[in-house]
């Protein structure tokens, strides 16, 4: 079927006109459709997609291609996008229409792929399950009465379900690799700085990295290929050519130094997730990489670093949702003050109130220095930590979460627990480092379980060769959830 | 009880930059509304601030010229508060590393010359403005000036009276405009002030409780407002009260200053450095290039118009109060073939008085410094007299002969009369016409001999040498 192809596949299916994008992208609408309830999109712009389509479709006829011309694809609604919704799955911005492109949606556009709609996500990237989304849950294609992670949860299930070959994400603790291994998904974090934040809702504006959520490691490469490179329009955003991510693949993984830090591997980790791992290992090992023990001493200070850093960042980015020049307004307001206190009430779900009062906390006046500033402190140490660790090692590995994808409402009342899902993945932003998750097994639930690679800064393409040298022997990225 | 007042300023310069301080869009002055404010003014979801280069130099400029550190590598941070004109809810400022620590201007009243720290100087952006007329009941907002860079120039509590104070906004205001980073003006805003003012007893080491001052947006306001609130404050702690830390606006239409209507309850701003931005850098290559681009400064200049043109202190400091004053100066001096004093007698005088009679600024007047020296030329070749050649200036003030001054002098026939004979014809007739007069000088009545002088002026429509003249009389009545 059309839809099990991969995206490198279906790119080159429409290069060489053995389909045509409308085909193609009218499969895609049809499916989204039938699978209305995983609640992956928030949007779908049928006419938009249409259109598109047809102009790819009459520029491959042309004999021209550019990257993805013709190839469907679906941003998170985190990206900003003209002329359509984008709502960062908030009731703030249910009803807002951006009047630009964020530059990886029209890097994106410029690579010729078809924007067939918007993906479901967590409330302004605040969550790890996608629940605390104004537009409802989405249900994991492996088990609709899982959480699909989060906060690209909305991407991931519509990738994991074959709706689209691949879909952008955005990660600031963990809301790209943790989805992509809930829903048995390569998922990439790149660098900080690697790809633009213009146009990216922000919500820990020094946390934050877009990237892509596909089926495999070369599908991750080429929307990589795609969405990276420098933004004059973005001042954190790195001024360094992106390598050829696709021809990399080949690398090989012999003599690749394998760092195990014995912080990833505890008890804490459920034990089918850590079998897995250590299988998957093993095939790498098998390939040629020898294994090294590491350790990062302060991980676990990782978890309370970032829940200081990432709300202070969102409770000031956040601020500019006041209901004075876009976004929800309230009806009640008589004093300015009113305006203010009773939108954002209304406009904002639990989890973003609670992050901002975190967050706001946290920066006041006598607590900054013992929140804020000592956070950035261990921030630095976090960093040291890495750096240590690749003097013995080239890629750092270890599971992705410490568990497979829960049920739905497992943890929406303890918000604690709930961050605990990205105690392997928030040190990687904190560090500015890049990340992903490969498929590296089932549980006996039938559930994927995800092994994380973790680089040095820039070094996406180790990840993505190693991810593609071991799915070239393994074909767990391959199996597709029953009913898709 | 004897009281002295303690003044810090807070200056607000506009800095002169095409576009704003984080986004694409211009800065000009007047447009309507909304017009220059582009999606990262607006503060729309998504988008990003990038540092205006050309504002961070201007920042490092007025450092090197008031002698301060302009710090290697300097850190926006922001500075978090709701209010409808700004549009992210914070203000990307700077607050633990300014771009300028230190510095310091010299002032001079009446109280002698005196050294005024400079506490900081650092960058930010500008919020928008609310408009409360024409919308019935509810605020407008223009987000046109919002972005726009400032410089805020903050000094130390060095200032012991308005005078000073006066002085010391008038020495910055000058430096700003020299060095080309601000407009300087200050009806449209680009240079505001707001001023920290408290009291003590005179003698008393301890600062007093302080309020700050907002909206005096001219020099002479500054001045009223300082006056005022001094003498509140005076009153409130001889009645036995306290001074309430505020902000209070100054009313120049009530001439009052007023607690300010709460903006907001107690600020907590919640400063952090901004992930958006990295740190502000400056290198020596920056330094070195901004200090050989650096104009002459103001006291620089002063000093040099005194002793390069023999002026004396009040006429130089006149001169260089403006750098297009001194640029005229020096030009008209050129002109003027050396003549530096009188040039600079006619700018403070006469010039100054037609300016300010058509409220214009001096690079607008019609009189060119090439046509006032060639006046001064005049003058001096006693070709016009200094009365005449006022008829001059004004007659080329208003555009005649294409502002050529022989062709004015020739057409008015205004040429002084320098033939002694024809000058004897009118002294013997004054003479003659007033015998009572010529009389008492005879009689040893010497200052009559100026009445008969005038005389003989109006006589010859004032064209006559004066001191012809004079001698003339005295040669007739009293050899």
Known sequence: MLHEHSLTALRDMLRRREISSTELTRHCLD??????????????????????????????????????????????????????????????????????????????????????????????????????????????????????????????????????????????????????????????????????????????????????????????????????????????????????????????????????????FDTSVDGEVLEKVRESLAVLERLGATLVDVSLPNSAAGIPCYYVIAPAEASSNLSRFDGVRFGHRSEHAEELVDLYENSRAEGFGEEVKRRILIGTYALSAGYYDAYYLKAQKIRRVIAQDFETAFEQCDVIVGPTSPTTAFPLGAKTQDPVAMYLNDIFTNTVNLAGLPGLSVPCGFDTAGLPVGLQLIGKFMDEASLLSTAHQLQQETDWHQRMPEGC | MEFECVIGLEVHAQLMTQSKIFSGSSTAYGASANTQACAVDIGLPGVLPVMNRQAALMAATFGLAVGATVNPVSVFARKNYFYPDLPKGYQISQYEIPVVSGGSLEITTEAGTKTIRITRAHLEEDAGKSLHEDFHGMTG????????????????????????????????????????????NMQEGSFRCDANVSIRPRGEAALGTRTELKNINSFRFVERALHHEIDRQISVVEAGGAIVQETRLYDPDADLTRPMRGKEEAHDYRYFPDPDLPPLVIDEADIALIRSQLPELPDARQARFVSDYQLSEDDAAQLTGQSEIADYFESAVEHAQGESRLTANWINGELMSWLNKSDIGILDSPVTPAMLGQLICRIQDKTVSGKIAKQVFAALWEGDSDGDVDAVIQSKGLTQITDTDAIAQAVNDVIAGFPDQAEQVRAGEEKVIGFLVGQVMKATSGKANPQAVNELLKKQLLD
Not at chain 1, 37 to 59: C, H, K, R, Y
Not at chain 1, 197 to 210: E, H, N, T, V, W
């Open chain 2, 141 to 184: 907002i223009d987000l046109n000036r919002a972005g726009t860079p400032l410089l805020e120039i903050v000094s130390e509590p060095d200032l012991r009276s308005p005078a000073e104070a006066v002085a010391y906004l008038k020495k910055l205001h000058t430096l700003v405009r020299t060095l080309k980073i601000c407009d300087g």
């Open chain 1, 31 to 264: 499916r989204i459709a039938q699978h209305k309830n995983l609640n992956a999109f928030v949007t779908v712009d049928e006419s938009g997609a249409m259109s598109a389509a047809a102009a790819a479709d009459e520029q491959l006829a042309r004999g021209e291609a550019d990257l993805l011309t013709g190839v469907p694809i679906a941003h998170k609604d985190i990206f900003c996008t003209r002329g359509i919704l984008t709502t960062c799955g908030s009731k703030m911005l249910e009803n807002f229409v951006s009047p630009y492109d964020a530059t990886v949606v029209e890097r994106f556009h410029q690579a010729g792929s078809v924007t067939v709609g918007k993906t479901n996500m967590d409330e302004f990237a605040m969550g790890s399950s996608n629940e605390t989304s104004f537009f409802g849950s989405v249900r994991n294609p492996w088990d609709p009465n899982r959480v699909p992670g989060g906060s690209s949860g909305g991407s991931a299930a519509a990738v994991a379900a074959c709706l689209v070959a691949g879909a952008t994400g955005t990660d600031t603790g963990g809301s790209i690799r943790q989805p992509a291994a809930f829903c048995g998904l390569t998922g990439l974090k790149p660098s900080y700085g690697r790809v633009s934040r213009y146009g990216m809702i922000a919500f820990a504006s020094s946390l934050d990295q877009g990237g892509p959520i596909t089926r495999n490691a070369e599908d991750a490469a080429l929307m990589l290929q795609c969405m990276a490179g420098f933004d004059p329009r973005d001042s954190t955003s790195i001024n360094a050519p992106t390598p050829d991510m696709t021809t990399l693949l080949g690398t090989e993984v012999r003599g690749l130094r394998l760092g195990l830090p014995k912080e990833f």
